[in-house]
């Protein structure tokens, strides 16, 4: 089966790293950023071009969510399989003819950050049984966890992963934003940060919460509100709140 990847970002390049370390061969990664694309080409040593789609198979699509719909109009043959690997867009917002799908890995990516592709939970969906079974096994060809998945579902396996994810990434920037702020290492962190991540593999979220806020620390939460401003402060009250507000408080 050819398979060519779209685009040139993170996902792109980690889906296109996956396949060639189990195996899978693909006969282009295609974009519009030619840098990038060729930093994959070398390392991966995958075909690459700009202005030239090789015939394919299977077309995935690793670009932006918003850029979708655009770029699955330059593929014009019809009697391929196509697929996005968007969490939130139904497959119907692929723009052709040809066989519509979703192949759609649950992590975050970085190209400068190694992962382990068989933990990752890939969510496909095809037109068809058989669409579903090409998915299937391509994706078990990387994967350890593959479950087929409607766009009602996805969009709020989606949802979570940016309040799991997202979410607390930018919280992690907002912690390192204060102990910069006051020549405090963020390392000293780094083990606090690792437990409670470890805590919920083994622990329900909601019955490893700790803290001033679910202990109802009125003198500890005013405390804190006084050493903060602007964005940070309007953070630590929302959250505090919804804290309060989970555990009745």
């Known amino acids: 089966m050819q398979i060519v990847i779209i685009g040139s970002g993170n996902v792109a390049y980690h889906m296109a790293k996956a396949f060639t370390l189990k ?7 295609f974009g519009r950023n030619e840098k990038e694309l060729g930093k994959i080409s070398e390392e991966l040593n995958i075909p690459y071009s700009t202005d030239h789609l090789e015939e394919a198979d299977l077309y995935i699509l ?15 043959k019809k009697d391929c399989l196509v ?4 969490g939130s867009l139904p497959k119907e917002v692929l723009a052709g003819e040809y066989r519509k799908s979703c192949f759609y890995p649950l992590q975050t990516f970085s190209k400068s950050k190694e992962l382990e592709y068989e933990k990752i939970p890939f969510f496909i969906e095809g037109e068809n049984e058989k669409d579903q079974k090409i998915l299937f096994d391509l ?5 350890e ?29 907002r912690a ?7 020549d405090i290492p963020f390392d000293y962190f ?6 409670t991540v470890q805590k919920i593999h083994e622990i329900e979220p909601k019955t490893a919460q700790t803290g001033p806020a679910v202990r109802n ?27 309060q507000k989970m555990y009745e408080l």
């Not at 195996?23 to 990664?29: K, T, W």
């Not at 690793?62 to 014009?76: A, R």
């Not at 780094?190 to 437990?195: A, F, G, N, R, S």
Request: glycine share 0%.
């Open 23 to 29: 195996g899978i061969p693909l006969a282009q990664v």
């Open 62 to 76: 690793c670009v932006s969510d918003h850029s979708v719909e655009e770029v699955s109009k330059i593929i014009t």
């Open 83 to 86: 697929a996005h690997t968007s």
């Open 139 to 143: 994706a078990s060809k990387i994967s």
């Open 145 to 173: 966890r593959v479950m087929e998945s409607n766009h009602e579902k996805r969009k709020y396996i989606h949802l979570t992963a940016v309040f799991a994810c997202n979410f607390v990434n930018h919280l992690f920037s």
């Open 176 to 182: 390192k934003e204060i102990s910069d702020s006051q």
């Open 190 to 195: 780094l083990p606090l940060i690792d437990e």
């Open 217 to 243: 620390d009125i003198r500890i939460l005013q405390l804190h509100e006084q050493l903060l401003k602007d964005e940070s402060l309007e953070i630590y009250k929302t959250m505090n709140h919804s804290i």
